[in-house]
């Protein structure tokens, strides 16, 4: 572990300076480092965080790896870099690179740097320094390793096991809301009150226009007069009101928040110190998560960033082609499987085209003609601004479904494949199942990160969950540890609502001789029903049995009349 | 902040080093305190270094994920892709493996076996003939017999000084030397190169050489293995299991020697012998009825000569039985049609399956051609429950060569 010298510095201090000429926005100090192979696979582990806390799993990951690489080693790779969102941001390198890598490598990382720092995204990165913090993390589980022993490792491994569902939205949203309170009376009315009376859409909208015109007629007195007529319909909304203001405390932003609000056990004054550990645990999950969402995006950013630089530098004269090759081999697509480098490249150049020339526009968008279309040229020049506008306020979902269009499918001759076995030939088989950018958009969303959506709620002291129903399943085979888990976390009765397919129809394929050549000419998925489950936790125990109320039916239907 | 807390200046100081034995320890613990244990270790083979084992543990940290293997383990899978392919058109495959009926395959004849791929051989023989031939130390063939002419290439290995197709920079710049060296260009009792004057080095166009096109055939040795076995009921269970495990592992040296080019045909015999047209059925085929151990030797016979195949292929005939036979008079013609067989093949090897030698053991052994022909004829005998190292040990008695040392 070496610090780059002074000469390398120099350059990717020349480096930063063209690339905030170009527009790119980091903080003045960074930090590079140079990595032997082992070290690699040691900081791995760590999520190239050197400050982690110790955990034994990460051993084992280290071990596994170290044991991996004497299989099979690696070969040193030149592109390799690793950045990481700290204060300042550090970079990893394998090797000494020759001084034009190192001004390429240097771009890409740069650009990396810039997506962490301003990509909305990662806002409750900015005020402190990861690195930092993980460093007086890892000093406060030291300090209970030795006061507690394994308990402690257990109180780990059981916040681990619910850390994916931390929430992210939940807590960026708070992190927006300056001063959170209550809301007002009339945040209330509308957002509480009338949404449990069940009144059709077009009531509530009857309801807000008469809202508007009290308020806009009166501006003093409107709300006031508006209540005062609403209070004679619904005598109890006064009442209600007060006590939501009374009985008003900030929400838990996910499970794990719930489970150290409300335990019983981890409530308890000797089991204070579990509750440190859990947020240690759900913090530095909070710092993971939007590295893996915006995954295709930041990759992207650094390969259009790299690619744009470089090819600007007078460092590249003399080594067009090994350029080439090198950046080949980062972002060229792959025939088979989803290449983040390359997608997210195209999809940044093709956004910076496409507004360049109008296309962004709803005008565009609202025109049919062919011809019209392919003419469509506005010469608007608000290309770049566009990309830095994207990059600072999407993330991987967003990104995917707003820009990718089938003129950027056709473009690139992108596909979603299919594997089939074919039982004649007995083997399985690749074919390209469909080139609408719908399908291929759903795909590249499908692979994208997405955890279960587990809500908590106390009943009675039992601590019951519920997985909401999104078309699939949880892993079988880990609920049962995940549950005994929460269980010692809870200090009871845990439950946990979910559902499970069934399949009723086998999946088939129907093959035939087209020119000369098999194709697949249809294709039929299993049909599955999904049943409610309700598992119970208790004493280490885990039993499961079906649920079978309309509440549990009604939620399923809901889900796929929506996807319909 | 301060980055010496941060980048300490040991390396690894910041890791807590614990061992693989300790970490297990410490797993043992979880059952004690009402936990399932957590790590597995796995232990894998490192290749090119030896015979070492590589223990590596994993670990899965169990929450609640999604689920997405697919619903039914026939259904499509999907992935991105680019490039050519209408919609419906296949790009590619991979054969399957694992595939039901391996294995005990109780239902279909009572026999494990081996796995699918070429003839139903699992994963690729090349690779496995290469790891036994080295870690198991089979010996290489010395000689692979005949070679056919199987390709002509042009090649750019002649040379030429004068004219020709690329300039071979190394060549030309050793002559340029010598005669600059000869005229008094450059001094003789030069050391360092850096002095050499190359602006005013003399290029005589002899002294360019290039490389030039030339005629290359390449030949390669092919073969033809015939396996044959007993597939009376008396070989059921066991016996056949051994033959059939014994012959892959052949299969597989003789596809490493060869390069891949290895062809194969499958022949089984009870009384009457008969052609099967792959592994699968040569391995999972039952019969009711006796032996007779002539009746595969003269079926091989016929057909090698009928398709003249001894003119294009090295041959290899690879038999396995329990030993029974009709009766004497009918061992002494199988061995009768083994001496045929002898005068084509470049290896004959015989393993009999059982506890004793039996009826046609002894004829063979009588007859004397194991002794006269040690080159072409071996024989072994393995019991039912000899384990892998025996079989090894079997194949290098059939393919060792003599005067090659193990």
């Known amino acids: 572990m070496n610090i780059i010298d002074q000469h390398a510095k120099k350059l990717m201090e020349r480096c930063k300076d063209r690339a905030r000429e170009s527009g790119l926005r980091f903080s003045d100090e960074t930090l590079e480092i140079i990595l032997k192979n082992e070290e690699i696979v040691r900081l791995e582990a760590k999520g190239f965080i050197p400050t982690m806390y110790d955990y034994w799993v990460d051993e084992v990951r280290t071990l596994q790896g170290i044991g991996a690489y004497e299989i099979f080693p690696r070969r040193t790779y030149g592109m390799f870099e690793i950045v990481t969102n700290a204060r300042p941001p550090i970079s990893y390198y394998n090797v000494n690179n020759p001084d034009w890598l190192n001004v390429m490598i240097f771009y890409h990382v740069l650009a990396h740097i810039d997506f962490f720092q301003n990509n909305a995204m990662f806002r409750n990165t900015w005020r402190d320094d990861f690195a930092g913090q993980a460093l007086a993390d890892k000093r406060t589980i030291a300090k209970l390793r030795r006061e507690h022993g394994r308990w402690l490792e257990y109180t780990i491994e059981f916040a681990r096991a619910i850390d994916n569902l931390v929430g992210f939205h939940a807590e960026l949203a708070k992190s927006m809301d300056r001063t959170p309170e209550p809301l007002p009376k009339a945040g209330f009315y509308f957002d509480v009150f009338i949404q449990g009376k069940d009144l059709p859409q077009s009531e509530f909208f009857r309801e807000m226009e008469l809202y508007n015109r009290f308020v806009s007629e009166d501006s003093e007195q409107g709300e006031q007069r508006f209540f005062a007529l609403k209070q004679a319909k619904y005598p109890e909304l006064g009442a209600l009101y007060e006590r939501y203001r009374k009985e008003w405390k900030q929400s838990p932003s996910d499970a794990i928040e719930f489970i150290m609000q409300n335990s019983p056990f981890l409530n308890k004054a000797e089991n204070e110190w579990m509750k440190q550990v859990i947020e240690i645990v759900r913090r530095t999950s909070l710092y993971f998560q939007p590295q893996i969402k915006t995954k295709i995006m930041n990759e992207g950013w650094a390969s259009y960033w790299h690619e744009q630089l470089f090819m600007q530098n007078e460092r590249i004269s003399g080594h067009e082609v090994q350029f080439a090759v090198n950046n080949a081999q980062i972002t060229a697509l792959n025939r088979l499987g989803l290449n983040p480098y390359a997608v997210g490249l195209r999809l940044f150049q093709y956004i910076e085209e496409q507004a360049d020339q109008g296309r962004l526009s709803h005008e565009f968008k609202r025109l049919r003609d062919i011809t019209a279309r392919d003419k469509y040229d506005q010469n608007t020049g608000n290309g770049k601004q566009s990309v830095f506008d994207v990059r600072e306020q999407m993330d991987d979902f967003l990104f995917i479904h707003l820009f990718l269009d089938q003129d950027f499918v056709d473009r690139h001759k992108l596909f979603v494949s299919e594997r089939r076995f074919n039982p004649i030939a007995k083997r399985w088989e690749y074919y390209v199942k469909s080139r609408k950018a719908e399908d291929y958009k759903r795909m590249v969303t499908a692979t994208l990160y997405h955890p279960p959506s587990v809500t908590a709620e106390d009943s009675n002291g039992t601590l019951s969950l519920h997985h909401h129903f999104e078309g699939q399943r949880l892993v079988p085979e880990y609920i049962q540890s995940t549950m005994v888990g929460i269980a010692h976390l809870w200090g009871g009765t845990v439950t946990l609502r979910t559902y499970e397919p069934t399949v009723t129809t086998q999946p088939s394929v129907e093959m035939a001789i087209v020119a000369g050549a098999p194709r697949v000419v249809r294709v039929e998925n299993p049909q599955a029903t999904w049943q409610a489950v309700r598992y119970t936790a208790n004493d280490k125990k885990v039993t499961k049995e079906a649920l079978t109320g309309e509440r549990e039916l009604a939620e399923v239907a809901a889900w796929f009349s929506e996807k319909r | ?406």
């Open chain 2, 1 to 406: 902040m301060n980055y010496s807390t941060l980048v300490p200046q040991t390396p690894h100081s910041y890791f807590a080093a614990s061992t693989l034995d300790e970490l297990l320890q410490r797993d043992a613990q979880r059952k004690n305190d009402g936990f399932f244990p957590r790590i597995n270790v796995t232990k894998v083979l490192a290749p090119g270094t030896g015979f070492d084992i590589v223990l590596i543990p994993t670990t899965v940290e169990e929450k609640f994920y999604h689920d997405t293997r697919p619903l039914h383990p026939m259904s499509g899978q999907e992935q991105t892709g680019s490039g050519e392919g209408e919609e419906g058109e296949m790009i590619g495959y991979e054969p399957a493996e694992g595939e039901s009926g391996q294995g005990s395959g109780k239902k279909e004849g009572s026999q494990a076996g081996a796995g699918e791929g070429e003839h139903g051989l699992g994963n690729d023989p090349y690779e496995i003939g290469k790891v036994i031939t080295k870690k198991l130390r089979l010996p290489n063939l010395r000689h692979k017999g005949k070679q056919f002419l199987a390709d002509r290439q042009f090649e750019l290995t002649d040379r030429n000084r004068g004219s020709g197709q690329l300039v071979d920079q190394r060549r030309t710049l050793d002559n340029l030397i010598r005669t600059n060296m000869l005229l008094g260009i450059i001094p003789p009792d030069t050391t360092d190169f850096t002095t050499i004057p190359f602006d005013n080095l003399l290029v005589s166009p002899n002294d360019i050489e290039y490389r030039i096109l030339s005629v290359e055939p390449t030949y390669e040795s092919r073969a033809l293995v015939f396996f044959a076995r007993d597939y009376s009921a008396s070989m059921q269970g066991l016996p056949a299991e051994q033959v059939v495990k014994q012959q892959i592992l052949i299969y597989s040296w003789l596809v490493y020697q060869y390069q891949r080019k290895v062809e194969t045909r499958f022949f089984l015999h009870s009384e009457v012998s008969k052609e099967v047209p792959d592994f699968r059925t040569y391995f999972r085929l039952l019969t009711e009825g006796g032996t007779r151990i002539e009746s595969v030797f003269s079926h091989i016979n016929a057909v090698v000569e009928a398709e003249n195949l001894a003119r294009d292929y090295n041959i290899y005939i690879f038999y396995g039985g329990d030993g029974d036979d009709l009766g004497e008079a009918f061992s002494k013609r199988a061995v009768e049609e083994i001496e045929k067989a002898l005068s084509y093949v470049n290896r004959l090897g015989i393993t009999i399956v059982n506890d004793q030698e039996r009826s046609f053991s002894a004829v063979l052994s009588q007859s004397g051609i194991l002794a006269k022909k040690p080159n072409l004829i071996r024989y072994d005998l393995i019991s039912k429950d000899a384990d892998q190292d025996r079989l090894i040990k079997g194949i290098n008695k059939l393919v060792s060569e003599i005067g090659v040392k193990k």
